[in-house]
């Protein structure tokens, strides 16, 4: 009930392509889903949130698209660059709460 | 840089040992944590500290206590550990605990623990 699960586990992408990373859950009682960014020996840092009651959130680059009824949402890279190339942890949490439950990760390679 | 500053960066130590792990923020936060983090694996909280008070203890070994002096510092005490507790910790904060859009975690960037 408590997991959030997230493909794929690894993803190579051209430079100037779109990353697509997926994410489903379970609870119905979250209502908070941030997706975080961490490079090699550096913490995770906040890249993009949303709450459930809006489909689409996009900045920059970056897009969240969120299906309640699925319980699905995905981060969109586009234009994708070596430097977006890191680890992707998309996660969530109950009651507007900072006990975040984290999805597995997704290694993001964008090539050349 | 981070606002996050954790240190040391990282921390070799005997299963003997006592060692302790510092984290420190200058933001206002009144909510703190520690975050143990294996190698290609999401961070897995450990204690939460609110107002200068422990929270949340998602039940950790008493091996790791956890000591908040003030709303700017957090510690993290390590005694008779285990090769299995190599990890990155993480330390974060956040305005309050709870309203998570409004108060997002931010992250330092941790200490590499290695128990020998």
């Known amino acids: 009930q408590q997991q959030v699960k997230q493909s794929p586990q690894s993803l190579i992408v051209q430079k100037g392509g779109i990353s697509i990373i997926n994410c489903a859950y379970e609870?119905?009682?979250?209502?908070?889903f941030p997706w975080y960014q961490q490079f090699p020996g550096k913490g995770p840092a906040l890249l993009i949130a949303?709450?459930?009651?809006?489909s689409e959130k996009k900045e920059g680059r970056f897009t969240i698209s969120f299906n309640k009824s699925a319980k699905q949402f995905s981060l969109h890279i586009m234009d994708s660059q070596p430097g977006d190339s890191a680890t992707y942890f998309c996660?969530?949490?109950?009651?507007?709460?900072?006990?975040?439950?984290f999805g597995t990760g997704t290694q993001l390679k964008v090539e050349l | 840089d981070t606002e996050v500053t954790q240190t040391p960066k990282h921390l070799v130590m005997g299963m003997t040992n006592k060692k302790s792990l510092k984290c420190e923020q200058h933001?206002?936060?009144?909510?703190m944590y520690w975050y143990k983090q294996k190698a290609k694996k999401p961070p897995e909280l450990m204690f939460v500290?609110?107002?200068?008070?422990?929270?949340i203890n998602e039940s950790v070994p008493s091996r790791f206590s956890p000591e908040c002096p003030n709303s700017s510092l957090l510690n993290l005490h390590l005694h008779a550990l285990q090769p299995e507790d190599s990890a990155l910790y993480l330390c974060?904060?956040?305005?309050?605990?709870?309203?998570?859009?409004?108060?997002?975690?931010?992250f330092g960037n941790g200490t590499r623990l290695t128990v020998t």
């Open positions: 974060a904060s956040s305005q309050v605990v709870g309203l998570a859009a409004q108060s997002p975690l931010h």
């Open positions: 609870n119905t009682a979250f209502d908070y």
């Open positions: 949303i709450r459930p009651d809006v």
């Open positions: 996660a969530a949490s109950t009651g507007g709460g900072n006990k975040l439950t």
């Open positions: 933001m206002g936060h009144r909510a």
């Open positions: 500290y609110s107002y200068e008070k422990l929270s």
